[in-house]
């Protein structure tokens, strides 16, 4: 990717289990990349990495929440770089607060942005620029507490800007509503940076709640966010996000993240949920069947279509 190129990924049929796609793209001391903004947040591919145990991980994502916390639980991060964490209109990360303060055994290195610093950083990545610039810290003690965060002169205007560096991730993990067997994506609803952390990666698992025919990605081009020249690997995984949501496809389960809130606290409560629910079952099905199937049928979303175009000319 140095030279600014990069080889297709052609392949016709790239579908594989959530274990293989794991287990070929996540290696040991790997820069992982779980994207997702409020919803499309893969928790499936975190279990699948928890059950798996491949650790010494970098974690990047503009907004690292439950399923970045579970992996920081599980002892398998060194290093997360982000630029807000919480649980989302909660409160706090547990495992990630005991493992940043100052007493810790196992503290965290914690690599800090800006919103718009993480999306310059994948920008910059998918673009294969040297670096990003960017007016955005401006007023900000974040630069003082992060080295990597430098400044250029604009050979236009002598304005001094700040810049960042590319992000170039081993693996991203992205989800999406409906793929096709050769990776094509489409989403809707919000995007967040998937088109850019799939560009910028190394490698790509696409996770899709549904696999369609290339004859229905093709009849709605526009909805298609990342290519499949730039996708390794397709996980078909239904309810893949539990407890964030797919647009279309199901609910948040905000019940969950309230909940969560005191199970997090305490180690021990914590661990005994990874206990049941992660390394409990083999893969998404068996985390699914021990789901309340009530809370489940709730959550799926009512049909709300939206009208179509004519392509024709």
Request: charged content about 25%; overall charge neutral; aromatic content about 8%.
């Amino acid at each position: 990717m140095s030279d600014g190129t990069r080889k297709p990924k052609l392949n016709p049929d790239k579908r594989v289990s959530m274990r293989e796609a794991i287990a070929e793209c996540v290696k040991p001391g790997a820069d992982l990349y779980i994207e997702g903004f409020t919803h499309l947040i893969c928790f499936a591919a975190g279990h699948e990495i928890i059950r798996q145990g491949i650790g010494n991980l970098t974690a990047s994502r503009l907004t690292p929440d439950l399923v970045y916390d579970q992996l920081i639980e599980a002892g398998l991060v060194k290093k997360l770089v982000f630029s807000w964490a919480g649980n989302p209109g909660v409160g706090s990360l547990h495992a990630l607060r005991r493992r940043s303060q100052s007493d810790s055994a196992t503290k965290l290195e914690l690599e800090e942005y800006s919103h718009y610093g993480m999306v310059a950083r994948l920008l910059a990545g998918a673009a294969n620029l040297p670096f990003y610039p960017l007016r955005n810290f401006k007023g900000t003690h974040i630069p003082e507490v992060n080295s990597r965060i430098q400044s250029v002169t604009c050979p236009y205007t002598g304005e001094v800007l700040a810049t960042v560096p590319p992000l170039h991730p081993d693996v991203a993990i992205m989800h999406c509503q409906r793929a096709d067997r050769e990776g094509n994506a489409q989403v809707w609803g919000l995007m967040g940076t998937q088109k850019e952390a799939a560009f910028s990666a190394k490698k790509v698992i696409l996770v899709a709640e549904e696999i369609v025919d290339t004859s229905i990605i093709r009849a709605d081009p526009n909805r298609t966010l990342v290519p499949g020249i730039v996708v390794d690997f397709v996980v078909h995984e239904p309810w893949g996000c539990h407890p964030s949501y797919a647009q279309g496809y199901y609910d948040r389960d905000n019940a969950f993240y309230v909940k969560w809130e005191e199970i997090s606290r305490d180690p021990k409560t914590y661990q005994d949920y990874l206990s049941e629910f992660v390394h409990g079952v083999k893969d998404r099905q068996e985390y699914l069947k021990k789901m309340d199937q009530g809370i489940l049928h709730k959550l799926k979303a009512r049909p709300r279509k939206c009208e179509g175009v004519d392509y024709g000319y």
